[in-house]
C-alpha cells in the first residue's frame, strides 16, 4: 500500500509530536574528542651493522650458494633504503636484505 507524499508528511509530524514514538528512538551516541600532543617526537630506534661495501657475507636463508658481495649499502640503480639494509650479489643476482640475515666471513 502506497501513500501520497502529502499522507506522509502528516504521518511523520503526529509521529514528531507523540512522546512514546520519542521514547523508543535511541539516545544519540556522545562523540569525545581527545587531544593529541602537537610537540610529541616519537623515539626511533636505528640499528648500524658494521658492514662495509665490498665485504664477503654469507647468506643462511637463501638455498643454494650462501656467500655473497655487499655491493652496496644506500642506493643501487636508484633505489634506496634505510641504514640497515644492503644489496648483496649472490650468484648472478642482487638481493635487497637486512643486516640481521647476513654474517660476515
Known amino acids: 500500500m502506497t501513500y ?3 499522507d506522509m508528511d502528516a504521518l511523520k509530524k503526529q509521529l514528531k509530536k507523540d512522546p512514546s514514538f520519542n521514547a523508543r528512538t535511541k539516545p544519540a551516541r556522545k562523540v569525545v574528542k581527545k587531544e593529541f600532543k602537537k610537540n610529541f617526537e616519537s623515539k626511533k630506534t636505528v640499528i648500524k651493522w658494521n658492514y662495509k661495501v665490498n665485504d664477503i657475507v654469507g647468506c ?3 638455498s643454494g650458494d650462501p656467500i655473497g658481495l ?5 642506493t643501487y640503480f636508484g633505489r634506496k633504503v634505510e641504514t640497515n639494509t644492503f644489496f648483496v650479489l649472490v ?3 642482487v638481493f635487497q636484505m637486512s643486516g640481521q640475515h647476513i654474517k660476515k666471513l
Do not use: A, E, F, H
Open 60 to 62: 643462511p636463508y637463501l
Open 91 to 93: 650468484g648472478c643476482k
Open 70 to 74: 655487499i655491493v652496496s649499502d644506500t
Open 4 to 6: 501520497r507524499k502529502k
